[in-house]
């Protein structure tokens, strides 16, 4: 089976399935054409700015079946309904999730949830017996000048996080690969790689620093042929899952 990745700039992704179109952490930019045969299921990690547009939810309504999925600190009080514009049906349609939850969002489709390192929830959706994984922000963040105390937290949260990927068979991983914190942007992905069994990895969250990945490729040459480098936002790419 093989899929349509697009890529919508910084975490943002479309993915086109057979059975499902996925919408994953779009913010800006333009999207590409939805099918209208199939369901759509949106995705957004977290509340941050650089994840979330309210604007998705402007999909609902437009004939095909959508559904919702967010992360728990996305709240749909009554004030951000109004401000997002969110009908009742549309507000139905949402599912707040927080980390080790799962859903059903579409028959045949089955959603997990880690927790974040950071905001939110990283998710693996299985369907037509393939699995997707988008971190979102879950990530081994290593700031250098930080507290050595809050590094090691992130440490300890970041591997009790991924620690149910063990052995794990995700067919498609984006990852963060963040080259603000210099070499140990490296430390996230490389994680992922060494506990799941991952067959194709997608860098995400590179503010556009495209070249990071062949930084982390460089240090990490044994992962060359399972990474799908970014070159640019709009990038099409035809993965094998």
């Given at each position: 089976?093989?899929?349509?990745?697009?890529?919508?700039?910084?975490?943002?992704?479309?993915?086109?399935?057979?059975?499902?179109?996925?919408?994953?952490?779009w913010w800006k930019g333009d999207l590409p054409p939805i099918p209208e045969e199939k369901p759509?299921?949106?995705?957004?990690?977290?509340?941050?700015?650089?994840?979330?547009?309210?604007?998705?939810?402007?999909?609902?309504?437009?004939?095909?079946?959508?559904?919702?999925?967010?992360?728990?600190?996305?709240?749909?009080?009554?004030?951000?309904?109004?401000?997002?514009?969110?009908?009742?049906?549309?507000?139905?349609?949402?599912?707040?999730?927080?980390?080790?939850?799962?859903?059903?969002?579409?028959?045949?489709?089955?959603?997990?949830?880690?927790?974040?390192?950071?905001?939110?929830?990283?998710?693996?959706?299985?369907?037509?017996?393939?699995?997707?994984?988008?971190?979102?922000?879950?990530?081994?963040?290593?700031?250098?000048?930080?507290?050595?105390?809050?590094?090691?937290?992130?440490?300890?949260?970041?591997h009790e996080a991924v620690a149910p990927l063990a052995g794990r068979r995700l067919d498609l991983?984006?990852?963060?690969?963040?080259?603000?914190?210099?070499?140990?942007?490296?430390?996230?992905?490389?994680?992922?790689?060494?506990?799941?069994?991952?067959?194709?990895?997608?860098?995400?969250?590179?503010?556009?620093?495209?070249?990071?990945?062949?930084?982390?490729?460089?240090?990490?040459?044994?992962?060359?042929?399972?990474?799908?480098?970014?070159?640019?936002?709009?990038?099409?790419?035809?993965?094998?899952?």
């Open positions: 089976m093989t899929g349509t990745l697009t890529f919508l700039g910084h975490s943002g992704f479309f993915l086109e399935l057979p059975e499902i179109s996925l919408l994953m952490d759509l299921l949106v995705l957004v990690s977290h509340g941050h700015s650089d994840h979330f547009n309210p604007g998705v939810f402007a999909l609902a309504g437009t004939g095909r079946p959508v559904r919702f999925l967010l992360g728990r600190d996305i709240r749909l009080t009554p004030r951000h309904r109004t401000q997002w514009g969110l009908t009742e049906e549309t507000a139905d349609s949402c599912l707040r999730m927080g980390g080790g939850e799962t859903a059903e969002p579409f028959p045949g489709v089955a959603v997990e949830t880690l927790p974040s390192t950071d905001e939110g929830v990283a998710f693996l959706v299985t369907a037509g017996g393939r699995t997707v994984f988008h971190a979102g922000d879950l990530n081994w963040w290593h700031w250098a000048g930080e507290d050595p105390a809050w590094n090691r937290e992130m440490d300890l949260r970041f991983a984006l990852l963060p690969l963040d080259p603000r914190l210099g070499n140990d942007g490296f430390l996230g992905p490389r994680a992922f790689l060494e506990t799941a069994d991952i067959r194709a990895f997608v860098p995400m969250h590179q503010w556009e620093d495209f070249g990071f990945t062949r930084r982390f490729l460089t240090a990490y040459p044994q992962y060359a042929a399972r990474t799908l480098p970014i070159t640019r936002t709009g990038e099409r790419l035809t993965v094998d899952l």
